[in-house]
């Protein structure tokens, strides 16, 4: 099969991150995904990817959590912003958190898009098949 994209999600909840791949697998199957528990594992993958990279660009998305183990999602958004090779890839949060602290410092870091994770599962296919859509990993039609 030829990839459309690699995505990289970053999301502790097991219950999530098993909807977040069953939803790509009905939305948008021709994309790689990669999974990371917490932050840490997060930042590890990335210093990886951007060693097995050199020197080009990494074609790669970030869907990354806020609430995190050991390094917050706005952590590792401040991280990859400030990383040579990273700081120009797309990284969007979804998240439960509404806090407008939150959401005014994702916005600040640069952050490509915040979304309130959906509760419904019909709600959460139609957000991932956008994120895929605006991250052109959509084949073309």
């Known amino acids: 099969m030829n ?12 219950d999530d991150a098993f909807f977040v791949e069953k939803a790509f697998g009905v939305c948008c199957p021709g994309v790689e995904l990669a999974f990371a528990r917490d ?13 097995l ?3 080009e660009p990494l074609r790669l998305h970030v869907l990354l ?3 995190l183990p050991r390094r917050s999602g706005l952590e590792v958004l401040r991280w990859i912003r400030s990383h040579p090779k990273l700081g ?3 990284v969007t949060i979804m998240s439960g ?10 916005n600040a870091l640069g952050v490509s898009d915040y979304i309130r994770k959906p509760v419904t ?7 991932i ?7 052109g990993l959509l084949p073309a039609p």
């Open 39 to 51: 932050g840490d594992q997060a930042v590890d993958y990335l210093e990886a990817e951007c060693k």
């Open 129 to 135: 098949r956008l994120f895929c859509a605006s991250g």
């Open 65 to 67: 959590d806020l609430k």
């Open 53 to 55: 990279a050199a020197p």
């Open 121 to 127: 599962y019909a709600a959460f296919l139609e957000r």
């Open 3 to 14: 990839k459309l994209g690699r995505v990289l999600v970053v999301e502790d909840d097991p």
């Open 88 to 90: 120009a890839i797309p």
């Open 97 to 106: 958190s509404e806090l407008s602290n939150d959401v005014a410092e994702a």
